[in-house]
């Protein structure tokens, strides 16, 4: 209990019977000290280079995948993940963000991660999915290289586009939740998955510069542990043997609490009466 930390503990036991009673205490514990915490903070984009998206597309005669020149946007208001067939061309679109996630304690275990987006618009004519990786915030800023036609799954495995609300928020539990990182930034890349489309599939969200609209934010969940505590004796230690010139004693390390692991040295002393060093 709360109560507990800081003190020490022990159990007082009782035994009746028609005689009468007689009770006995325990050792007392090491000090009783706080278990882990669960918080959960928000981390939002802080500038607006850190949210857009790359772009490539290509005249439908040209065919699959798209081959003109990435061009990177991170200007506007909104930003995209996309894998079109519209106005006569293929378009790809990958968007990305990433947070600064440096304030979270070094000692902190990320035990789960939200992706929160404002969806301004969506289509999904070929049932698609949102997907997502962890992606190195080195990377910033966005430029022509972080352009992916497909990227991997490792921070969002697919989130169905049907079931995505368009003009809302929409959170989405992210897989691989060590990827955040405890000292620096924290990178994600978006994409609409799937190989050709036969018509439009987009995700449209809300970036840092939308005038009326939440930008993206990760929420992040973690427990940081309990803090060290010293060596408390729990038990005394134990020489065992028979006291007499010539014989063996060996001695035992007796019973401790605290942080482990626990290393033991052993010190034998003489005492008549007074005890010293041998």
Known sequence: AAADVGATVRVVVTASNVAGSSSASSAQTGTVTAGSSSTTVSFSVAAGSDDGDVAVSGPLAGGYPPSGTAAPFTTGQVF???????????QVFTGLGRFDTSSLPDNATVTSVKLRLFVTAKTDANNRNLVGEWYDAGSWPIDAGDWALTIPTSALPGADISAIAAGASNEFTLTNPASVSLTGLTGLRLQVDGGAPSGDNYVQIAALEHTSQPEPQLIVTYTTGAASSPPVSVSAPVVSGVAQEGQTLSASSGSW????????????????PACVDV
């Open 80 to 90: 995209t993940a996309a894998r079109r067939l519209a106005f006569g061309s293929y």
């Open 257 to 272: 609490s605290g942080t482990v692991p626990i290393s033991y040295a052993y010190q034998w002393q003489r005492c008549s």
